[in-house]
């Protein structure tokens, strides 16, 4: 008899990624270097705010005070003085009644999705959606309906024939890949009509749409609806780390009993929540800060359209622009990379639509010399890619 050394278990692993490098769609990862003097268009540190002193200098002095990490679950021991302060100011600011910090954007996600549906449940769901989301509707077991790309006809259908089921209509707000903006208060709409709840995933709205960068759910008026839910992350415009659920009262308290992101997780790192409360402040007293975001984003879009690539119109601080294929795409990121230019490369399964692009993230920070430049350089390098213009 003929013992197995366990060498083959894996062996489906080596042909699987052999045929994602056969695909240009093979991954590695990159170490940020600290002193870089590379233009970053590829990070969502929207604001500038990451390596803001008074951002930095708020994550070190709640280090020392409370300590590396919050050592426990939220439930436990891992809730401090910060968590609850970070709770108060951003419902407080974003204009919602109450809010749950999470130890992510993902585990927010998570954490609200199965917790606010389950079997039994029909959940209609935008096909663009993040994959976080995706993954909450998948661990819900609701009933799921995915509707065309923020198609209200056919959530509204989907709500009529779901019949006496409770429902959800799930949708990102600003959504990822090419910045575009869903319909939310049409959707609001559909949603009351048949008496369904909203979901709103607008990590990438706070900070750059709205009021002072409230949120494109603050600006759509649905911050305080009874019906309405939304999902933040502090990574982004806020430069920290970590999520966030705001909603009603009573929905806030059934997360903190039942969502198992937020239960059986280690709370957000006191580091984080201070930051994260820094940048808030900053916003207040600088709301000039998210149209600086999206006039650089609009910038971007219109001088590479000009330069005869298919570029997305921007309605936050991203922007995407079309590449022919997944090789050609990773070609000219990585072209861009070398002269000094870090730009995002997007492509299957990243992309719901198929198509690979390079995404550019517009910052506040940015100077009208940092735009020429980036321009320059995508140009230059689509050449060395063979990304041909529409000239």
Excluded at 70 to 94: D, I, K, P
Excluded at 156 to 168: D, E, I, N, V, Y
Excluded at 169 to 179: E, H, I, K, L
Excluded at 296 to 310: D, I, P, T
Aim: aromatic share 4%.
């Amino acid at each position: 008899m003929t013992v197995s050394t366990g060498e083959s278990t894996f062996d489906w692993i080596d042909v699987r990624a052999d045929a994602r490098a056969k695909a240009g769609l093979a991954r590695r990862l990159r170490p940020r270097q600290a002193d870089s003097t590379d233009l970053d268009l590829a990070s969502n540190d929207y604001l500038g705010l990451a390596r803001d002193k008074r951002v930095c200098g708020a994550a070190a002095a709640a280090t020392l005070r409370w300590g590396a990490g919050s050592t426990g679950s939220r439930l436990v021991t891992g809730s401090t003085e910060l968590h609850a302060e970070l709770e108060y100011e951003l419902a407080n600011f974003c204009g919602s009644q109450s809010a749950l910090v999470f130890s992510s954007g993902y585990a927010a996600n998570l954490g609200a999705l199965t917790a606010l549906s389950g079997p039994g449940t029909a959940i209609v769901a935008d096909q663009h959606i993040h994959a976080s989301l995706i993954d909450g509707t998948r661990l819900s077991k609701a009933d799921v309906v995915v509707a065309g790309h923020c198609d209200v006809a056919q959530v509204t259908h989907a709500l009529q024939t779901r019949g006496k089921r409770r429902a959800l209509v799930v949708t990102d707000s600003v959504f990822s890949v090419d910045g575009d903006l869903a319909p939310l208060k049409e959707l609001a709409d559909a949603c009351r009509e048949h008496d369904a709840a909203l979901i709103v995933d607008d990590a990438h709205g706070l900070g750059v749409v709205g009021p002072g960068g409230r949120g494109a759910v603050a600006d759509a008026g649905l911050a305080r609806s009874a019906d309405v839910v939304t999902t933040l992350t502090l990574s982004k415009s806020l430069g920290a780390q970590g999520g966030a659920v705001l909603g009603p009262s009573r929905v806030i308290r059934h997360l903190v009993d039942t969502a198992r992101t937020f239960i059986f997780d280690t709370g957000l790192a006191p580091s984080s929540a201070a930051a994260a409360l820094a940048a808030i402040k900053i916003l207040r007293e600088e709301p000039d800060r998210p149209a600086q975001a999206l006039n650089v984003a609009h910038e971007l879009s219109n001088r590479l359209a000009e330069a005869g690539f298919h570029t997305s119109t921007p309605t936050a601080a991203v922007v995407s622009v079309r590449a022919p294929s997944p090789e050609q795409a990773f070609a000219w990121a990585e072209a861009c990379r070398t002269n000094g230019v870090v730009v995002g490369c997007f492509r299957p399964p990243s992309v719901p639509d198929q198509i690979s692009r390079l995404r550019l993230t517009a910052r506040a920070d940015l100077s009208e010399a940092d735009i020429e430049r980036a321009v320059r350089v995508i140009t230059e390098c689509a050449a060395t890619a063979g990304v041909e213009t529409r000239r």
